[in-house]
């Protein structure tokens, strides 16, 4: 099995298929952010790794299917004790290979992927069936595990938001072929080793490394897939439930967001400025970021003063070192992504208030706010993925709403008012998954968590995530009274 050291964590570099390590002929490479250096070569999986690692999770879905939910749970436990124990090796992998921060990831990231496991390894333990007595029938709405899933991941969060898909389809009692992002695809690695020591059945957990237009594209195309849940952009969401489609399978799309942020007259100003100027946090990469900040007209000055206050503040480093805030953005195509829409934004009319240039000799992006010239605006209307802001005013609620729902997204939104009344009626109103007033990305793991337009299909979380991952029966049985 081929490893690589990688800040002195020894990372495995192939797929795990069955219980194995299998190897690739072709690699492909993955670099850090912090100066480019490369980390690792890494299995390229290929249409036949993608047959391989199907035909294992077939197997392995039979026996990890057939576990007891006690036996799957303890399973789960147990990855979720094994993830803990490694928290500083993941921590750092991470951090290395995506250039999240170092702290954050040891202190919350790591912990919140343990987490993940537990949640779903309680929920299927208290899990009741839903029993009631109609139509002269008892009746019992049952879960069965639906076969093998299939799970796609983007490059960003890659560890959190890895685990976070990967727990409910276990905890249902699918075997999972899970595909990371070919830009950071090492804490994959990690997590993948930390399954064999974990109890699953051979099959039931396997990792196929690649590139997602050749062995993702194959994944999902196998019609034995019983499941496929994707968490990545609009883009190739079209192409996965294309291939679902075709074979009538079950998907769920967790996609990009174009946040609005409405600060009323009535909010805190200054809680509202320094947590706008934290949606730079993770160098902008996160999906649930405020991105479009809507602001009272007539506090827009005091607000724009305040937030500059806050962003002057924020240090741009190494995400290693404890005093950075912003680390760089993950890849190189990426920081020329996020400048083009800079340019075309300048280019257009729109007016850069600050930041708007990549910073030399790093992937750093100067925190960047634009006032676009109108709501129309590229950098309005699209998502950026990286430290880059727009500032609107509204003259009243109904306009604030009607800037809200502006976008084809639907992911979060964040509402910062001191009226409850107001909260609730404008969180009635707004079209979005998720929407958080006073405060931001704070939430129960039971939730549903989701977007509305494009931003996705389906909701995970709690039990709205093992019902995705099972075939729900109902079990009538006619009552004895009538016979
Ligand atoms: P992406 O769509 O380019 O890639 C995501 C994954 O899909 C990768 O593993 C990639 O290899 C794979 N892939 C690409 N083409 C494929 C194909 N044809 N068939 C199968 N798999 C394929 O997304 P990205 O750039 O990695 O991630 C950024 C996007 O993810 C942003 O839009 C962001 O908002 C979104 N995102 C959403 C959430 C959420 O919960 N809603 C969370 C994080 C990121």
Redesign the pocket.
């Known amino acids: 099995m081929a490893r690589q050291d990688v800040g002195g964590v020894s990372v495995p570099t192939d797929h795990l298929i069955g219980g194995e390590w299998v190897s690739s002929p072709r690699r492909f490479e993955t670099r850090s952010p912090m100066g480019w250096e490369h980390l690792a070569d890494i299995a390229r999986g290929d249409e036949a790794t993608a047959a391989a690692a199907v035909d294992a999770a077939v197997v392995g879905f039979q026996a990890w299917g057939a576990f007891s939910v006690e036996h799957r749970a303890d399973v789960l436990h147990r990855l979720a004790d094994l993830i803990e124990a490694y928290n500083d090796e993941i921590a750092l992998v991470e951090t290395l290979d995506m250039g999240f921060l170092y702290e954050s990831m040891k202190q919350r990231l790591v912990a919140r992927g343990a987490l993940n496991f537990r949640t779903y390894a309680d929920l299927i333990t208290e899990h009741e069936n839903h029993t009631w007595d109609a139509k002269s029938m008892r009746n019992q709405v049952q879960r069965m595990p639906a076969g093998p899933a299939v799970v ?6 890659p560890f959190m ?1 890895s685990t976070w898909k990967l727990a409910p389809a276990l905890a249902a009692g699918n075997s999972v072929i899970h ?5 950071s695809p090492l804490s994959a690695a990690l997590l993948a080793e930390l399954t064999l020591e974990a109890g699953f059945p051979p099959g039931a957990y396997n990792l196929v490394q690649g ?3 050749e062995v ?2 194959a ?2 195309a196998d019609p034995r897939v019983r499941r496929i849940t ?8 079209r ?2 439930g294309r ?1 679902a489609a075709a074979n009538i399978v079950p998907f769920t799309a ?4 174009k946040g609005p942020f409405l600060v009323f007259a009535d909010a805190d100003l200054d809680a509202a400025a320094h947590r706008a100027a934290w949606q730079f946090d993770d160098s902008g990469q996160v ?2 970021a405020g991105t479009r900040l809507l602001v009272y007209a007539e506090v827009r000055d005091e607000f724009l003063e305040r937030f500059h206050h806050h962003a002057d503040a924020l240090v741009l480093g190494d995400p290693r070192d404890l005093t950075t805030d912003i680390a760089p953005l993950a890849h190189p195509d990426h920081r020329d992504r996020v400048h083009g829409f800079v340019e075309r934004a300048r280019a257009a009319g729109d007016v850069i208030v600050r930041g708007g240039q990549p910073v030399k000799n790093s992937l750093h992006y100067e925190p960047t706010l634009i006032q676009p010239a109108s709501n129309d605006s590229e950098v309005v209307q699209r ?1 950026i ?1 990286g430290p880059v802001l727009t500032l609107q005013t509204f003259a009243d609620e109904d306009e604030a709403i009607a800037l809200a729902n502006s976008t084809d997204y639907g ?1 979060s939104a964040q509402i910062w008012t001191s009226s409850q009344i107001r909260a609730e009626r404008v969180g009635a109103a707004v079209r979005a998954g998720l929407v958080w007033v006073n405060t931001f990305l704070v939430r129960d793991l039971t939730a549903p ?3 509305c337009g494009i ?2 299909i389906g909701r995970e979380g709690g039990d709205y995530a093992l019902d995705f991952h099972s075939d729900l029966k109902t079990l009538m049985i006619l009552d004895d009274s009538t016979k």
């Not at 595909?179 to 830009?183: G, T």
């Not at 967790?254 to 967001?257: A, I, K, V, Y």
């Open positions: 796609i991941t983007p490059w960003n969060a938001l595909k990371p992002a070919e830009w590139i997602g237009e993702g594209a994944l999902v994707f968490t990545g952009s609009p883009e190739t969401a192409h996965i291939a967790e996609l990009g967001g999906c649930l998502e993925f992911l968590f989701g977007g931003s996705g």
